[in-house]
């Protein structure tokens, strides 16, 4: 069973607009964090935005936020005022456990987000 | 800022020639990491590695594979024998410590061809 599901392939916004991009995780563990990374066509993976489990918050960063619906085992990325530089590829990822580093981050599919002026 | 190197940036090799990716963690990271991501598809996970040893290690991570950190400051990932579906961007990866967060800041990444 996929851990992390992202099911859209792409998404088209215009700029200054707010797009969501969607992720579902599977765990059946209580202690778990989910992470999302930006990697734009030059490849590199860039670290966005973090959520724990035991976050009563939605966690921001700046234009990102994720709206985190635990019942729902929903972590979406919401990224406001979008800018021509968001265009990239977006990966939800998952850890399991409890704070011990060292555990590997599974990744979805991704979501191409293309932002057009 | 801090950054993860990865060299070479580029590899093209022949079938059945022995490959060896190297790393630069960030200076006080304790843990380490390789993924692989095929063009366009998803980043998989390989191995996790600390103090020394492989702390955890995929499917993907079989005999053909092994890391080392020969000298305190190299991370490498070695594959002994290629095969054309070895071709992929590999990528390393460091995190600081047990934090909940534990956030892994990756590297440029290592795009090996396999002809």
């Known amino acids: 069973a996929q851990k992390i599901t992202q099911t859209q392939p792409g998404m088209f916004v215009q700029e200054k607009e707010a797009v969501t991009l969607d992720c579902t995780y599977d765990t059946s563990d209580p202690s778990y964090g989910l992470f999302w990374y930006k990697q734009p066509s030059s490849g590199e993976m860039i670290f966005l935005i973090y959520?724990?489990?035991?976050?009563?918050q939605n966690a921001t960063e700046g234009r990102y936020s994720l709206n985190f619906q635990k019942a729902r085992k929903s972590a979406n990325l919401v990224i406001s005022a979008s800018q021509l530089g968001d265009s990239a590829m977006y990966f939800c990822a998952m850890r399991e456990g409890p704070s011990q580093a060292g555990t590997a981050l599974i990744f979805g599919k991704g979501t191409t987000l293309s932002v057009s002026s | 800022e801090p950054e993860v190197t990865q060299t070479p940036s580029h590899q093209v090799t022949q079938m059945g020639q022995e490959v060896i990716l190297r790393c630069v963690p960030i200076?006080?990271?304790?843990?380490f990491y390789w993924y692989r991501q095929i063009l366009g598809q998803k980043v998989e996970f390989l191995v996790s590695f600390y103090n020394n040893e492989i702390s955890e290690k995929s499917e993907i991570f079989d005999d053909q594979f092994s890391v080392e950190r020969p000298d305190g400051s190299n991370f490498t990932l070695k594959i002994r024998s290629t095969k054309l579906e070895d071709s992929a961007m590999y990528f390393c990866?460091?995190?600081?410590?047990?934090?909940?967060?534990?956030?892994?800041?990756f590297g440029a990444g290592s795009r090996l061809t396999v002809l």
């Open positions: 990866a460091s995190s600081e410590s047990q934090t909940g967060a534990n956030v892994l800041t």
């Open positions: 959520q724990g489990s035991y976050d009563q």
């Open positions: 200076s006080n990271h304790l843990y």
